[in-house]
């Protein structure tokens, strides 16, 4: 008795059994505590909290027998199966896969990738797309979702396109559609069929504004717009964009932005709509280099002249963007013919050059931003202007982030249209954001400090609520006001929209 208590001592105050480790050729890692291998079949069985690592994908199971046979080698896991990769988690009770070619067969799949649960009989994987065999659907976590989509089969072509047969859509557990097939797109630089959407301007009241991307090939591009407001002619245009990169594809729409355009859309400290100082300025740090011709009637130019519209009969634009130790730069160089309301077309050119800076730690919590643009013009007459902005924002605890930034600018000539010319030389903006999880709230004032007076105030409310996201978005420069709501998907299409996943 004695020693058998003295035996459960010392097992007790023992360390841990050490976990062993194994590479085989293919990129394949195995961790076990137990191995049996049978040479004779070519076989190893590894049991005891295996985990396999093949790529950016993780697997752990309870057993993993791995067949060595150099003609057809292959594994299979058997055992609270669960396989985590960059795009979420999937378990199943059974995985048989091919470490070298990458390919692999779970049955009674379950994945989960950000708040999207995603249901399968059987999941055959392979380098260029998944098969998805009795699947269902839904990111509501509710015990009876508000909706799930149902499939007889689904083929995910990652960062291309997603095709559903048999597809069925349920409301709160019941059937109100079944559709023979369907597709959508997952290639981030395209936006596919979008429905048109309701919006308010000032002095128009509310107007349908619809816009879409399409690929027609891997390098190009065709993107619509329409509006149409009370009070106002209908805005139209199409613009064909082919890009230069051929087989390296960026992660935004290929089409460049318009002279138009809001001049610093995008920049987290000028639009509410931006997340965060992170996401500020995104375009000057895809790779773009493409050529584009369109043409475009009656549209506002971002509020930059007020109760005017611009018209383009032909409108071409060579856009070239990298990032250059470090910075982010786009250049654009463009020649169109255009008019200013009714009036009659006038041929210029315009050059545009842009840099920006990543977020750079200054002290703990607080970054600096930094932007500078450069743009010239030539037609009836020869102008340009430069404008420079620095911006700093503070994040003290998670949920709180303020921020502020003042821009300078200089401009020299007679611009030959009113849009051409700098509407402020000297203002500041200040922003705060509340993230609350599922409720969001970002403030923005602008100030001008040459008139004194404040300009510009945006704000914009998100409330999630189940599986569905609540927006109340207000601009008043350029004139916005939009309520609406979207579907909550994380991360998740982001990593689908991927062409190569890599393992962070």
Same mark, same amino acid.
Not at 71 to 96: C, F, M, W
Not at 309 to 322: I, N, P, Q
């Given at each position: 008795? $004695? ?47 295996? #985990? ?31 396989? !985590? ?154 613009? $064909? ?32 709509? $931006? ?5 500020? !300025?995104? $375009?000057?740090?895809?790779?773009? !280099? ?21 018209? #383009? ?51 703990? =919590? ?88 404040? =300009? ?31 579907? #909550?998907?994380? !991360? ?9 996943? #890599?393992?962070?």
């Amino acid at each position: 008795m $004695v020693k058998t208590a003295l035996a459960v001592t010392l097992l007790a105050g023992a360390p841990p059994m050490q976990r062993k480790h194994i590479e085989y050729p293919g990129q394949l890692t195995v961790e076990f505590h137990h191995q049996l291998s049978k040479p004779a079949e070519q076989l190893v069985v590894f049991d005891g909290g295996v #985990k396999a690592i093949f790529g950016p994908t993780t697997l752990e199971c309870d057993q993993l027998t791995l067949h060595l046979d150099p003609t057809k080698s292959y594994g299979e896991a058997v055992g609270h199966v669960t396989l !985590n990769d960059p795009i979420g988690q999937a378990t199943g009770d059974r995985l048989q896969f091919n470490w070298k070619d990458k390919t692999g067969i779970l049955t009674n799949a379950n994945m989960h990738g950000g708040n999207l649960k995603v249901s399968a009989q059987t999941v055959y994987i392979s380098p260029s797309h998944w098969d998805f065999i009795g699947t269902s659907g839904t990111n509501c976590s509710l015990k009876r979702p508000v909706y799930q989509i149902n499939a007889e089969s689904a083929r995910v072509y990652p960062g291309r396109r997603a095709d559903l047969h048999g597809v069925s859509l349920k409301i709160f557990g019941e059937q109100v559609l079944k559709v023979p097939k369907t597709s959508f797109s997952l290639d981030p630089r395209e936006t596919g069929f979008n429905p048109p959407s309701f919006t308010t301007r000032q002095g128009s009241g509310l107007g349908i504004t619809w816009a879409n991307t399409f690929l027609i090939n891997p390098h190009t591009s065709i993107f619509s717009a329409f509006n149409l407001f009370k009070r106002e002619y209908p805005t139209y245009g199409l613009v $064909v964009t082919d890009s230069l990169l051929k087989g390296k594809a960026g992660r935004l729409a290929i089409t460049p932005r318009s002279d138009l355009d809001e001049r610093q859309g995008g920049n987290y400290f000028e639009d509410v709509s $931006v997340k965060g100082p992170r996401d500020s !300025n995104r $375009v000057m740090f895809d790779t773009r !280099n493409s050529v584009s011709a369109g043409f475009t009637y009656n549209r506002n130019a971002a509020d930059r002249d007020p109760g005017h519209t611009y018209s #383009k009969a032909l409108d071409v634009d060579y856009e070239f963007g990298h990032t250059i130790l470090g910075l982010g730069t786009n250049f654009q160089f463009r020649a169109h013919s255009v008019r200013r309301d009714r009036g009659s077309f006038k041929n210029q050119g315009q050059a545009f050059v842009s840099i920006a800076t990543k977020p750079m730690d200054l002290i703990p =919590y607080t970054s600096l931003i930094a932007r500078g643009d450069v743009a010239g013009y030539v037609g009836e007459s020869t102008s340009g202007w430069a404008q420079g902005q620095a911006g700093v924002f503070a994040e003290p605890v998670n949920f709180l982030r303020f921020s502020g930034a003042y821009t300078v600018g200089v401009q020299s000539g007679t611009a030959q249209f009113p849009i051409d010319a700098l509407e402020r030389s000297h203002y500041f903006a200040l922003r705060g954001d509340l993230d609350f999880g599922e409720t969001h709230f970002s403030l923005i004032h602008k100030f001008d400090t040459d008139s004194r007076q404040w =300009y510009d105030r945006e704000y914009m409310i998100t409330q999630g609520i189940g599986c569905v996201e609540l927006f109340v978005r207000y601009r008043k420069q350029p004139s916005d006001y939009r309520i609406g709501l979207t579907l #909550k998907f994380d !991360n998740f299409l982001q990593s689908l929209q991927d062409r190569e996943i #890599k393992r962070p």
